[in-house]
């Protein structure tokens, strides 16, 4: 059955509106502003059209914070969504408080502040004082100093992003796997299908929607990290971490120059639009059951 | 076997996805000295001072209340904006609704770093820099829509019927939603009002730029102590324990929700 076409709805989606275009267009308007403007203090501010945009689309430094980004996207898919899906199915899928201790505790570190999650691999991770850094450097005795060795640096950012959002995919995957009739596991039993078999041809298919979600979340969260590579690496060693949000941050505040930033942020902000579109798409077909 | 192995495979995972957390409440049971001059697997010498000091020293738990203030004030001010619109999404078409509606999710996905700079000089225009109200507000840039999202499918799910029987027995709109449609759903809202204080309480950047002292939050505290020479790495892991509590002791009561809360009340 269609809903109603009434648009005295919108009475009812305007304190919403009203809200997130007050901190979103009027900033984005400003930052758009500083974009095609060269300003030197608050009066004198000349007109400059898209200089900043060819300056910044030729910029090697955008070009790869862009590439490091990208990978650090793809590495980041390409761990998380396997192991995730392994966890999702060991964990336990009967009731009881088994599988309430598990979901608690897989859930953990997604609660946790951002800015902590860089502060507990930092302590985790240093050489002196950190289990694992400890662990690498003295009783592997292989010199490790994350903070000065971009390889090092590098793992210690995807190890760290990949216990902190591992978690979401599995218990995105888990919903997924509980949604499953038993009546699908009897009949494959009473076909002796292999473990693998049930897997790929029911458990699996099973997943696509929650996994589609897993995907572009992960991907879009990850695009946008700033927070937990900042405090562990500071963008570091030279520029080895420094991902989009991180070199936006440092052009901006850092070295104040709106302009360079303000081309910067419209080009970073039509990217993800781009990917919020795929997103939107996929969540439509995921709620009307297509993809299912 | 095959279970035995399933039950390995858990708990070495469980034990790995700890293990940091767990160093961490280790530093913060010692003190620095004992900290520096040897790794211990467990505190030797337990101690709670480091806890005492962040409770007694306004400078470190004004920064808990700070956090918790303007948390608070954007899970209600989310809330109220929220639950009107999500109904709206589901009950009705409207001109300009899927527009609506996928605006508000790139808000969601929005980069705050791009917004930074120009929601600092927006606010400072209003003078609201260092009041709770200015990080409060910020955050609603993604925790509205993320919570439209989430009511609009727990709303989905109950019948349009019952709002047309209610509406045949006189009920007016608003008396029907605050009597009879959000008791409804009120696990919905339980979960959604958890998601905002949530992602609220996780984020840094916008609370650090909107906030100068009156209103720092504890997570910003934490930054400045780590930037100090003197660093007090007990203190700091004490520090960011008690920034862990306040999500693990509503984790429970949601556990069976985070995967729907994070997939955007898609799952």
């Known amino acids: 059955m269609l809903k109603p076409f009434d648009n005295r709805a919108w009475l009812l989606v305007l304190p919403v509106f009203a809200l997130v275009a007050f901190n979103a267009i009027i900033p984005l308007m400003t930052v758009v502003n500083y974009s095609v403007q060269d300003v030197f203090d608050a009066t004198h501010r000349t007109f400059v059209g898209a200089d900043w945009y060819r300056a910044m689309l030729r910029n090697s430094r955008l070009h790869s914070a862009l590439g490091r980004q990208f990978l650090f996207s793809a590495l980041v898919l390409l761990i998380e969504l396997p192991l995730g899906v392994g966890i999702a199915l060991v964990m336990p899928r009967k009731g009881g408080w088994a599988t309430s201790l598990t979901m608690v505790l897989v859930a ?51 190890l760290m992003e990949a216990w902190h959002w591992t978690p979401l995919v599995a218990l995105l995957a888990y919903a997924g796997l509980r949604a499953i009739p038993p009546a699908y596991y009897q009949a494959a039993r009473i076909d002796g299908a292999s473990g693998w078999a049930v897997f790929r041809y029911i458990e699996l298919p099973k997943m696509r929607g929650v996994l589609t979600i897993a995907v572009l979340l992960r991907f879009m969260d990850s695009f946008l990290i700033y927070t937990e590579p900042f405090v562990l690496t500071g963008g570091g060693p030279g520029d080895s971490t420094t991902f989009l949000s991180i070199y936006l941050v440092k052009l901006a505040i850092g070295e104040f120059d709106v302009g360079s930033a303000g081309a910067f942020s419209v080009i970073y902000f039509l990217i993800v639009l781009a990917l919020s579109y795929v997103f939107y798409q996929a969540l439509q077909r995921v709620g009307t059951g297509e993809a299912k | 076997m095959n279970v035995r192995w399933r039950i390995a495979a858990l708990v070495a995972y469980l034990v790995v996805l700890m293990l940091p957390i767990y160093w961490m409440l280790n530093m913060s049971l010692r003190d620095n000295y004992d900290i520096m001059s040897q790794l211990a697997l467990a505190p030797l010498h337990p101690t709670l001072h480091n806890y005492a000091v962040i409770l007694t020293d306004p400078a470190w738990y004004l920064g808990y209340v700070n956090s918790f203030a303007y948390v608070s004030m954007n899970t209600v001010i989310t809330l109220v904006v929220a639950l009107p619109a999500a109904y709206a999404f589901s009950r009705f078409r409207f001109v300009g609704d899927k527009h609506l509606f996928f605006w508000l999710l790139t808000n969601r996905m929005a980069p705050a770093a791009v917004f930074l700079l120009p929601v600092f000089e927006l606010y400072s225009t209003l003078g609201l820099i260092d009041h709770y109200i200015a990080v409060a507000l910020a955050h609603t840039l993604f925790n509205v829509p993320l919570a439209v999202w989430i009511l609009e499918g727990f709303m989905s799910g109950v019948p349009r019927e019952i709002d047309e029987t209610a509406f045949i027995d006189g009920y007016s709109l608003p008396r029907f939603f605050l009597t009879v449609f959000i008791p ?57 324990i008690l920034t862990i509590v306040p999500g693990a002791l509503v984790i429970y009561f949601v556990r069976n929700y985070i995967a729907k809360g994070f997939a955007l009340g898609r799952v």
């Not at chain 1, 502040?113 to 690498?136: A, E, K, Q, S």
């Not at chain 2, 409804?184 to 730029?209: K, N, Q």
Request: glycine share 8%; hydrophobic share 55%; proline share 6%.
């Open chain 1, 108 to 158: 953990l570190p997604l609660l946790i502040p951002w800015n902590v999650i860089g502060t507990i691999w930092v302590v985790f991770l240093r050489p002196d004082i950190g289990l694992l850094g400890h662990f690498i450097d003295h009783t592997l005795g292989i010199h490790f100093d994350y903070p000065t060795v971009p390889m090092q640096a590098w793992i210690s950012v995807v």
């Open chain 2, 184 to 240: 409804l759903i009120r696990a919905g809202v339980g979960v959604t009002a958890f998601f905002c204080f949530m992602f609220s309480w996780v984020e840094l950047l916008f609370a650090r730029t909107l906030t100068i002292t009156e209103a720092k939050p504890i997570a910003a505290v934490m930054t400045r102590t780590v930037s100090a020479s003197g660093l007090d790495w007990g203190l700091l892991a004490a520090a960011g």
